[in-house]
């Protein structure tokens, strides 16, 4: 166990950033539904900070709020190829990461990874990976493939929900077709189009929010969907909602705990990326949203519910793999797909 937080951080906050003392206020921004309220709670009566969460339900938002000026917030969570484009493009500020004591509780696989090689800039929060769900009770396929989700069976007809993120639905399109993800092909990017476009008349609508709510109450019947997330949704929602692990792949991805350039309680956000750095809190984490997480230890305080869940183990015979970080010209074309199917 560390000290108290307010203790055990005062002074690393004062000596690594030059705080006078440690804010009484953190402002989160992060994905829809991704923080446990009783998380919150527990931060906020071990360090007297009071903690404002926002939501967001795409990468390209948060990346668009930080390229349009937003500094309002202290942490955001971005995913390992956009932590990758906010470092380039200067809308992240360094901080001390491995000097925060519990840093040494991260996984050796998961410290200095290929988006932040010198650790300079993130902590870990979840990995997990993207795929569709679908109500078993309802829906006659088996699930076993991208092909249900991308030429929808009659039955799904106005009863799909897509993502509304570009770059996970693309990749997903790309899995399916065997495209390599950032491809900078015309020829590639027309063929992913055609496909979302042949989609399109059975989709419902196109939004990365509430797809357990309408699962659970049979508004659809299949929706694109995170692996933790559908845990909640079976879970506390309905029973026979079912994650997908398509032979083509899912789309892997890891989310880190970042500060913003222009933060202003840059001491309370080492705080908090302290406290989630604990086992038991992480283990908190991941009891609520279903995700896999980064610190060793925290196994010893995982509930029964995500120990034997499916959607938080991986199949060993399908294959992960992990977004990237587009070229310039790749990411043009992912713009250009997204933009003429949107019309």
């Known amino acids: 166990m560390t000290t108290p937080l307010r203790l055990s951080l005062a002074s690393a906050a004062l000596a690594l950033v030059g705080a006078p003392a440690l804010a009484d206020r ?5 994905w829809t539904g991704y923080i446990d309220p009783a998380l919150i709670e527990k931060f906020e009566a ?18 668009a709020r930080l390229q349009g000026g937003a500094t309002g917030y202290d942490i955001v969570m971005p995913s390992q190829h956009y932590v990758e484009i906010m470092i380039r493009e200067g809308l992240l500020q360094p901080v001390p990461v491995t000097e925060l004591p519990n840093y040494a509780n991260v996984a050796e696989e998961w410290r200095n990874p290929p988006w932040d090689p010198e650790q300079a800039y993130s902590t870990p929060w979840h990995y997990g990976s993207a795929s569709f769900s679908y109500r078993a009770d309802l829906y006659s396929g088996p699930g076993a493939s991208l092909e ?14 897509v993502l509304a993120a570009p770059d996970e639905v693309i990749n997903l399109a790309s899995l399916y077709l065997g495209i390599p993800y950032c491809t900078e092909s015309t020829d590639d990017a027309r063929r992913i189009l055609e496909v979302l476009q042949a989609q399109k008349p059975a989709v419902l609508l196109y939004s990365s929010d509430a797809m357990n709510d309408r699962l659970s109450n049979a508004e659809v019947i299949m929706a694109a969907h995170w692996g933790g997330y559908s845990y909640q949704g079976r879970i506390n929602g309905n029973e026979h909602i079912t994650y997908a692990y398509p032979r083509e792949g899912v789309v892997g991805w890891f989310d880190s705990m970042v500060v913003p350039t222009g933060a202003q309680n840059v001491d309370a956000a080492l705080a908090f990326m302290d406290f989630m750095m604990e086992p038991e809190n992480i283990a908190i984490q991941t009891n609520y949203v279903g995700y896999a997480n980064a610190i060793t230890g925290s196994e010893a305080y995982f509930s029964d519910d995500v120990l034997n869940a499916p959607e938080a183990h991986h199949p060993a015979d399908v294959p992960l793999v992990f977004a990237q970080a587009c070229s310039a010209d790749a ?3 992912i713009d250009r797909i997204w ?5």
């Open 26 to 30: 953190l402002n989160i921004y992060t």
């Open 46 to 63: 071990e360090t007297g900070i009071n903690v404002i969460v926002d939501a967001y339900d795409s990468n390209e938002m948060l990346l």
């Open 148 to 161: 249900e989700f991308f030429n929808p069976a009659p039955e799904l007809h106005g009863r799909l929900q």
């Open 331 to 333: 990411q043009r074309l």
């Open 339 to 343: 933009t003429q199917l949107m019309q």
